[in-house]
């Protein structure tokens, strides 16, 4: 339950990093940023690998670079159904995935029990 916990909380910093470094990804509030870190998180255990599976093809073709697509999908699904969450363009997403990603990557890495 802590890890749970401590997933959502890097999530969520995340995502405030990459709100205030992409421009047109915007959140209202911090309970808005709280629903989008669990709502992505849900997402991307859900939605995600059903998304990867049928897209296995052009994945192939792109050598892995369409998974940022993917991401950048997942991301804006969220902003689509949660009020509070605007992001403005698909660039907007698709940078805000990649530093999503980033972020989330170093801050797990740095608190991950050795």
Do not use: C, K, Q, Y
Not at 91 to 109: D, K, M, R
Request: glycine share 8%; charged share 5%.
């Amino acid at each position: 339950m802590v890890g749970i916990i401590i997933r959502l909380l890097i999530t969520m910093g995340a995502m405030w990093l990459a709100s205030r470094i992409v421009p047109g990804m915007n959140f209202d509030s911090a309970t808005t940023l709280f629903w989008a870190a669990l709502f992505l998180g849900v997402v991307n255990a859900i939605v995600r690998p059903l998304l990867i599976i049928a897209t296995i093809p052009l994945t192939i073709i792109t050598l892995g670079l369409f998974l940022l697509v993917i991401n950048a999908g997942m991301l804006a699904l969220v902003a689509h159904f949660l009020a509070g969450f605007s992001i403005s363009s698909f660039w907007a997403a698709f940078f805000g995935a990649i530093l999503v990603s980033v972020f989330s990557s170093v801050a797990s890495t740095l608190t991950a029990e050795r």
